[in-house]
C-alpha cells in the first residue's frame, strides 16, 4: 500500500518525466545520507569525532538546511510558476491530469484534401456523429479579426473562410507539443468584448485601476503624512486618546463600513463615478500608524535647527522629515496601492458602467465567461499581477528597509 502511495505521489510530481523522477530519487537518496551523517555526528562522543568527521556532519547539516529553505522557496513560487506555465496550455493540457509542467499544447494535424499532406488545422466543429467530417482550418490561417455583430464590433479568433475544409477526426494525428504561443493572452485580453458590454476590454479595465489606484494611494500618502507629523511631533490635548480612537478602528471589519460608505456617496450624487472608487481610500490609518512610527525616530535636534533657521512646521515636514521618510513613503504606498488595486467587492457596488468597472472586476467577469478555460483564466491572471511584481521588483530595496526601520529609536 505505501508503495503504490508513493507511486502515486511521485508520478503526480513528476508528470511522467523520467528525468523528474531520477531527481527525485537523487535528492531522497541525499537526504538519507544526510540525515544518517547526522545523526552519527551527534551521537559521537565529545572530543572522539575526528575533524573529518565533523566537516562531513556540517555539510549534512546545512545541506538539510539549505533545501528546507529551497523547498519554501519553491512552495512560495509554484503558484506562480503554474499560472505562467499554463497560461501558455490550450485547454485540454490545462486541465489534464497528471498535469504537464512545462508550457504544453496538443497539436492536431489533418490531411489536406489536395496534396494528402498532414498540417496543422483548428478544428472549427466538434464531431457529434461518428465517422462525420468537420470543418478544420490550417493554424495560419487562423488569426485575430474585428467583426460587426449586432451592431457591435467584437475581436475574434476567426479563419479564413477561403481556406477551411472537412476532415474526419478518425484520420486526425493529435501529439503533445512544447509551446510558448502568447495566443491566449490575446484571447484573453479581447475575450470580454464578446459580451454586451461591448467596446470594454482589459485596457479599459487596467487604465482604470491604474488611474484610480495612482490617485487613492498619493492622496492616502499625503493624509497620512500630515497626520502622522501631527500625532508623533506636535503637542495638543487629548493626543494620545485620539491616536488610540483612531488604532481601535482598525479593528472594525470592512465589511461593517460598505453600507454607510455606500449612503454616503448615494446621498453626495457620486455612485457610478471615477471619485467613487478613489475618495473613500483617501486616509488609512494603518499608513498613519506607520508613519508615526517612523517620524518618532527622526531626532527632535533636525526640528530645533530648521526652526532656527526660521522654517515653520508644515516646510520643516515637507523638507525634512518628507525626504528622510523615502523609505516608509514607498513601504506605505505599495501596502495601498495594493490594496486599491486588488479591490473587488467596492468596485462592484459603487459602479454599474462598465467603463468603470476596475482590472479585478473584469477578472471576474472573465472568470463567469470562461468557465472552465483555465488557461485564459491563467493568462488574464498574469496581466493583474504584473504590475505589482514589477513595482515590488523595483522597490524592494526600500520595501524590506522601511519595515526594517519602523517603530526602531
Given at each position: 500500500m505505501l508503495q503504490s502511495l508513493f507511486d502515486s505521489v511521485l508520478s503526480v510530481i513528476t508528470a511522467g518525466n523520467p528525468v523528474l523522477r531520477l531527481i527525485v530519487l537523487v535528492m531522497l537518496v541525499l537526504n538519507a545520507l544526510a540525515v544518517w551523517q547526522v545523526w552519527r555526528g551527534s551521537m559521537g562522543v565529545a572530543g572522539s569525532v575526528s575533524p573529518a568527521s565533523r566537516f562531513r556532519t556540517n555539510v549534512a547539516s546545512r545541506f538539510l538546511v539549505y533545501e528546507?529553505?529551497?523547498?519554501?522557496?519553491?512552495?512560495?513560487?509554484?503558484?506562480?510558476?503554474?499560472?505562467?506555465v499554463t497560461a501558455f496550455k490550450d485547454g485540454e493540457t490545462a486541465a489534464a491530469f497528471p498535469p504537464y509542467w512545462t508550457p504544453t499544447k496538443i497539436q492536431t494535424k489533418a490531411p489536406h484534401p489536395e496534396t494528402g499532406e498532414l498540417i496543422r488545422v483548428v478544428p472549427q466543429a466538434i464531431q457529434l456523429v461518428e465517422g462525420e467530417e468537420i470543418p478544420v482550418a490550417p493554424e495560419q490561417d487562423v488569426r485575430f479579426r474585428r467583426v460587426e455583430r449586432g451592431g457591435v464590433w467584437q475581436t475574434l479568433e476567426l479563419p479564413d473562410p477561403d481556406s477551411i475544409f472537412m476532415a474526419n477526426p478518425e484520420n486526425f494525428v493529435t501529439n503533445p507539443i512544447m509551446s510558448l504561443d502568447a495566443r491566449n493572452f490575446l484571447r484573453a485580453w479581447y475575450r470580454p468584448e464578446q459580451t454586451s458590454r461591448g467596446e470594454v476590454n482589459f485596457l479599459t479595465y487596467f487604465l482604470v485601476s491604474?488611474?484610480?489606484?495612482?490617485?487613492?494611494?498619493?492622496?492616502?500618502?499625503?493624509?497620512?503624512?500630515?497626520?502622522?507629523?501631527?500625532?508623533?511631533?506636535?503637542?495638543?490635548?487629548?493626543?494620545?486618546?485620539l491616536f488610540y480612537l483612531i488604532l481601535a478602528t482598525m479593528m472594525v471589519p470592512g465589511q461593517v463600513l460598505l453600507i454607510p460608505n455606500f449612503l454616503v456617496l448615494s446621498t453626495l450624487g457620486m455612485l457610478d463615478t471615477y471619485p467613487a472608487l478613489v475618495v473613500p481610500w483617501l486616509a488609512s490609518v494603518f499608513t498613519i500608524f506607520l508613519m508615526r512610527q517612523f517620524f518618532m525616530t527622526i531626532p527632535e535636534d533636525l526640528w530645533d535647527a530648521a526652526r532656527i533657521d526660521g522654517s515653520g512646521r508644515f516646510r520643516y515636514l515637507w523638507q525634512i522629515v518628507v525626504p528622510l521618510s523615502k523609505p516608509v513613503f514607498i513601504t506605505a504606498g505599495i501596502f495601498d496601492f495594493l490594496n486599491n488595486w486588488n479591490s473587488l467587492l467596492w468596485p462592484l457596488i459603487v459602479t454599474?458602467?462598465?467603463?468603470?468597472?476596475?482590472?479585478?472586476?473584469?477578472?471576474?467577469?472573465?472568470?463567469?465567461?470562461?468557465?472552465?478555460?483555465?488557461?485564459?483564466?491563467?493568462?488574464?491572471?498574469?496581466?493583474?499581477?504584473?504590475?505589482?511584481?514589477?513595482?515590488?521588483?523595483?522597490?524592494?530595496?526600500?520595501?524590506?528597509?522601511?519595515?526594517?526601520?519602523?517603530?526602531?529609536?
Amino acid at each position: 500500500m505505501l508503495q503504490s502511495l508513493f507511486d502515486s505521489v511521485l508520478s503526480v510530481i513528476t508528470a511522467g518525466n523520467p528525468v523528474l523522477r531520477l531527481i527525485v530519487l537523487v535528492m531522497l537518496v541525499l537526504n538519507a545520507l544526510a540525515v544518517w551523517q547526522v545523526w552519527r555526528g551527534s551521537m559521537g562522543v565529545a572530543g572522539s569525532v575526528s575533524p573529518a568527521s565533523r566537516f562531513r556532519t556540517n555539510v549534512a547539516s546545512r545541506f538539510l538546511v539549505y533545501e528546507v529553505l529551497v523547498i519554501g522557496a519553491v512552495v512560495m513560487l509554484l503558484p506562480f510558476y503554474w499560472m505562467v506555465v499554463t497560461a501558455f496550455k490550450d485547454g485540454e493540457t490545462a486541465a489534464a491530469f497528471p498535469p504537464y509542467w512545462t508550457p504544453t499544447k496538443i497539436q492536431t494535424k489533418a490531411p489536406h484534401p489536395e496534396t494528402g499532406e498532414l498540417i496543422r488545422v483548428v478544428p472549427q466543429a466538434i464531431q457529434l456523429v461518428e465517422g462525420e467530417e468537420i470543418p478544420v482550418a490550417p493554424e495560419q490561417d487562423v488569426r485575430f479579426r474585428r467583426v460587426e455583430r449586432g451592431g457591435v464590433w467584437q475581436t475574434l479568433e476567426l479563419p479564413d473562410p477561403d481556406s477551411i475544409f472537412m476532415a474526419n477526426p478518425e484520420n486526425f494525428v493529435t501529439n503533445p507539443i512544447m509551446s510558448l504561443d502568447a495566443r491566449n493572452f490575446l484571447r484573453a485580453w479581447y475575450r470580454p468584448e464578446q459580451t454586451s458590454r461591448g467596446e470594454v476590454n482589459f485596457l479599459t479595465y487596467f487604465l482604470v485601476s491604474a488611474g484610480t489606484s495612482v490617485a487613492a494611494t498619493t492622496g492616502t500618502l499625503f493624509t497620512s503624512a500630515l497626520a502622522a507629523f501631527a500625532f508623533a511631533r506636535l503637542v495638543f490635548w487629548g493626543k494620545t486618546v485620539l491616536f488610540y480612537l483612531i488604532l481601535a478602528t482598525m479593528m472594525v471589519p470592512g465589511q461593517v463600513l460598505l453600507i454607510p460608505n455606500f449612503l454616503v456617496l448615494s446621498t453626495l450624487g457620486m455612485l457610478d463615478t471615477y471619485p467613487a472608487l478613489v475618495v473613500p481610500w483617501l486616509a488609512s490609518v494603518f499608513t498613519i500608524f506607520l508613519m508615526r512610527q517612523f517620524f518618532m525616530t527622526i531626532p527632535e535636534d533636525l526640528w530645533d535647527a530648521a526652526r532656527i533657521d526660521g522654517s515653520g512646521r508644515f516646510r520643516y515636514l515637507w523638507q525634512i522629515v518628507v525626504p528622510l521618510s523615502k523609505p516608509v513613503f514607498i513601504t506605505a504606498g505599495i501596502f495601498d496601492f495594493l490594496n486599491n488595486w486588488n479591490s473587488l467587492l467596492w468596485p462592484l457596488i459603487v459602479t454599474s458602467s462598465p467603463t468603470k468597472r476596475t482590472l479585478m472586476v473584469g477578472l471576474q467577469n472573465l472568470n463567469d465567461e470562461a468557465g472552465t478555460e483555465f488557461h485564459i483564466l491563467m493568462a488574464a491572471s498574469c496581466f493583474a499581477i504584473l504590475p505589482i511584481v514589477i513595482v515590488f521588483f523595483f522597490l524592494q530595496r526600500f520595501f524590506i528597509e522601511g519595515i526594517a526601520r519602523t517603530g526602531l529609536k
